[in-house]
């Protein structure tokens, strides 16, 4: 049967070949998403290994995070670019738990977040969601937890919805949204853990920071940050 199988997979790949989704060569059977030579060269931040990590900035004086951490740099026209237009618009979601998976593999192994409770993707906005049909963050986080152990939860941290009139009421009421676009239900859940908030870019923190903020004011609670990418 697994030889039959074998034989349709064979050919089938003869008529439509899984291609690298960074330089579009057609991939080896045991190769996945990327080629083996994209994979050894993804630009790596290798932010966990260095001792200074320069994503530690990104939330100084905003929130109290622990540790920060992205896998890859995001730069115009990258690589990374086109792994993330995959995962967001071609409804690749598998790259993302593949990802993931590498990512915390390497966590793992260089001792990072050995004592983290949980991981807690960003939740998508609701529209958005329902036009992607999935949180990419999600996939992300399946994949971290698959390679670290750490379980995932997606009915903890949660993200209101406003109706367009609330958004444009008044600036104060639009940074008053902005604060309060997230929420921990089951804060019980989270009490005295290291929780981890998963993402799948970094850019100004803004969105994460409001995350943050809100799983901090549960009591006890630490929190680390972990995105496939950073455009820092
Ligand atoms: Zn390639």
Known sequence: MKK????????????????CISCGDALQENEEHLCLHCQLHLPETNAHLSAENPLEQ??????QVQDTFAFLSYRKGNCVQKILHQLKYKGNKEVGAYLGEMYGRKLAQSGKLAD???????????????????????????????ATGIPYATDILVRNTFTETQTKKSRFNRWQNVKDVFAVVQPDRLVGKHVVVCDDV????????????KILEVEGTRVSVVTLATAQ
């Open 202 to 213: 970094l850019t100004t923190g803004a969105t994460t920071e409001a995350a943050i903020q």
């Open 4 to 19: 039959k199988f074998q034989l349709l997979s064979n050919l089938l790949s003869v008529f439509y070949p899984r291609l």
């Open 58 to 63: 990104i939330f100084r004086g905003r929130a």
């Open 116 to 146: 983290a409770d949980c991981i807690l993707p960003i939740p998508l906005h609701p529209k958005k969601k329902k036009v992607r049909g999935y949180n990419q963050s999600e996939w992300i986080a399946r994949g971290l937890s698959e």
